[in-house]
């Protein structure tokens, strides 16, 4: 039997809720897991009420990032379900039910291959009196290794994960997940955050097999040195990175002779990382990164998971082949990534037309500006590009809005894309800016250095003040000149 979708299962769950409101919400947490009946096989491994300030005790695993066991305020019933989603696949769910529910679902999409559940996001959807869910996404961890020869495992990470309706939080694959669901199940979600969504998967993962040199922060310092200044603030923010036009003979040996000049061939290595990669006719990378990002940007590459993708990408999904090297990575490798598209994690196409006729709002912090004009977009769908953040998170920008359960400022509507979705979905207060927060030494919950308001796009920041950016009021929202 293939599995269709986790929605029914919530919705039993939360009419379980319901009826048993005679009794106290305790004994409704213990009762409950005995009286769900489904037409698939599923197991109830935890079924668990928490009081009021309490910590969730989560196994560890070693691919995914370690829980702070912060404490909750709102009492809560805390369930995880094992459902056989095929008969060689199968999907860990987890559902948190708050006293005192308002009604609203939060639904949490992961990031990178998939295989962890979002429990800081889950935290924050519970306190605030979502009824929360997230899954594992078919399988555990980071690894790619659960998809060899499985491909229905790959299907439960990139299609079956589409939890629940009303409301959608996802960065990066779960940000395409969440695009994926407007597009394919517009009656999901009332409202959809859609962060970094990382479309054209293979593309990207098939970029990090070029990258041959270091030195970044040189190409960093230059494209500052010429683009800084374009938004009227030098404070080490590229605001429009699609507007900096950084000539990267700047750093070459045969102008500037330092220590950190780079040689003709590292010049074309570096020129070729900024621009469009073709094979065989082929677009493999449509446009190559932007600048403002090199420093942080190009450790990614390096770090020990990012190279692990790389390496158990092409072996268990694209190839099923355990003894590819990613030593031998060659332009024909991205290629037949690209035309494989195993499990679809190559989507990339912008058409929620399905979404805006049901007259639904889709807010989403990074993705492209499609054709329309802004006042059709305007009615359901918001683009807020948000210069000098890392990928989700981090960064020199004011980074942090709410985006999830662990970079959070305030629960005022203008500070957390959460609240601001509700009141957009439900009131109809639709946002002309998203304001974000960026701390000293990104210690969040710290002394805040700044905020800024990010512009909806087409709207450009500009500044217009006197104390180099610091100050939120010098900013301005214009139209790009």
């Given at each position: 039997m293939r599995f269709q979708s986790l929605s029914v299962i919530l919705s039993l769950v939360i009419a379980r809720v319901v009826a048993y409101a005679s009794n106290s919400f305790q004994d409704t947490c213990a009762d409950l897991a005995h009286h769900i009946d489904l037409d698939y096989p599923f197991v109830v491994s935890i079924a668990q009420h928490y009081p009021p300030n309490s910590g969730v005790e989560t196994a560890e695993n070693i691919t995914c990032e370690t829980y702070q066991h912060t404490p909750i305020e709102v009492g809560f019933c805390r369930f995880n379900l094992k459902i056989a989603t095929t008969n060689s696949s199968e999907i860990y769910v987890q559902v948190w039910l708050p006293e005192g529910w308002k009604g609203r679902l939060l639904t949490t999409g992961n990031g990178g291959l998939g295989g962890c559940i979002g429990y800081p996001t889950l935290a924050y959807g519970v306190s605030q009196g979502f009824v929360s869910i997230g899954a594992n996404g078919g399988h555990n961890g980071t690894s790619g290794g659960a998809f060899y020869n499985q491909p229905e495992v790959i299907?439960?990470?990139?299609?079956?994960?589409?939890?629940?309706?009303s409301y959608y939080v996802g960065c990066s694959a779960g940000g395409k997940v969440g695009w994926k669901i407007g597009q394919t199940k517009p009656d999901a979600f009332d409202g959809n955050i859609v962060g970094a969504p990382a479309f054209d998967f293979y593309r990207h993962i098939t970029y990090l097999g070029l990258i041959y040199t270091t030195l970044w922060g040189a190409v960093n310092a230059a494209a500052l040195q010429q683009c800084d200044g374009l938004d009227g603030a030098y404070d080490g923010i590229i605001k429009d990175p699609r507007a900096c036009k950084s000539d990267e003979s700047a750093v070459s040996c045969n102008i500037n002779s330092t220590s950190l000049c780079f040689t003709d061939d590292q010049i074309a290595t570096v020129k070729r990382f900024f621009a469009p990669i073709t094979y065989n006719d082929t677009i493999l990378h449509p446009t190559g990164h932007f600048h403002g990002y090199e420093t942080d940007l190009f450790l990614y590459p390096y770090i020990d998971l990012v190279l692990l993708w790389l390496l158990e990408i092409f072996r268990y999904m694209v190839y099923n082949d355990i003894n590819w090297d990613r030593a031998t990575f060659t332009l024909e490798d991205g290629y037949n990534a690209v035309k494989l598209d195993v499990g679809g994690f190559g989507e990339n196409s912008p058409d929620i037309t399905a979404f805006r006729e049901r007259g639904d709002t889709y807010y989403a912090s990074v993705q492209d500006f499609f054709e329309a004009t802004t006042a059709e977009l305007d009615e359901f769908y918001r683009y807020f590009r948000v210069g000098g953040i890392g990928h989700c998170y981090g960064g020199p920008a004011a980074n942090v809005l709410g985006q999830d359960g662990?970079?959070?400022s305030g629960l005022d509507a203008d500070d957390n894309l959460i609240t601001r979705?509700?009141?957009?979905?439900?009131?109809?207060?639709?946002?002309?800016?998203?304001?974000?927060?960026k701390y000293v030494d990104d210690v969040i919950g710290g002394e805040v250095a700044f905020k800024r308001k990010h512009c909806k796009v087409p709207l450009v920041n500009s500044y217009k003040g006197t104390k180099k950016g610091t100050d939120e009021d010098g900013w301005e929202c214009v139209e790009k000149e």
């Open positions: 299907i439960d990470n990139s299609r079956r994960s589409d939890l629940g309706k662990a970079n959070i979705i509700v009141e957009w979905a439900e009131r109809g207060e639709a946002p002309e800016f998203v304001r974000g927060t």
